[in-house]
Nanobody, 117 residues
Framework: QLQASGGGLVQAGDSLRLSCAASERTLSNYVIAWFRQAPPKDREWIAGVTWSDNNRYYADSVKDRFTISRDKVKNTVYLQMNTLKPDDTAVYYC????????????WGQGTQVTVSS
């Protein structure tokens, strides 16, 4: 129900935009987030947006470089990533949860982002 795309191989300092398309689901009252995981590190939450009122939240590690946004017409959430660093190399996942729940219970497949130095 969530389809992530947009990953790729870029150089340090470049930009990428990831997309997370939701199908067959109304996202009102949902929170959509991006996570990333670079083994052996734990999965890291990096950004989230509340679908209905567009409140956006960021991890300190990406604040001021990444921007999360949502397009209600396309039912899609984006993650604009600027000034990429080699440490940003990871598999990126989008996920959703109903507002008020603790855990994200709807996950998309990952998309690989590789940043070369």
């Amino acid at each position: 129900q969530l389809q992530a795309s947009g990953g790729g191989l870029v150089q340090a300092g470049d930009s990428l935009r990831l997309s997370c398309a939701a199908s067959e689901r109304t996202l009102s009252n949902y929170v959509i987030a991006w996570f990333r995981q670079a083994p052996p590190k734990d999965r890291e939450w990096i950004a989230g947006v509340t679908w209905s009122d567009n409140n956006r939240y960021y991890a300190d590690s990406v604040k001021d470089r990444f921007t999360i946004s949502r397009d209600k017409v396309k039912n899609t959430v984006y993650l604009q990533m600027n000034t990429l660093k080699p440490d940003d190399t990871a598999v990126y996942y989008c996920a959703a949860k109903f507002r008020g729940l603790i855990d994200y219970n709807i996950w998309g497949q990952g998309t690989q982002v590789t940043v070369s130095s």
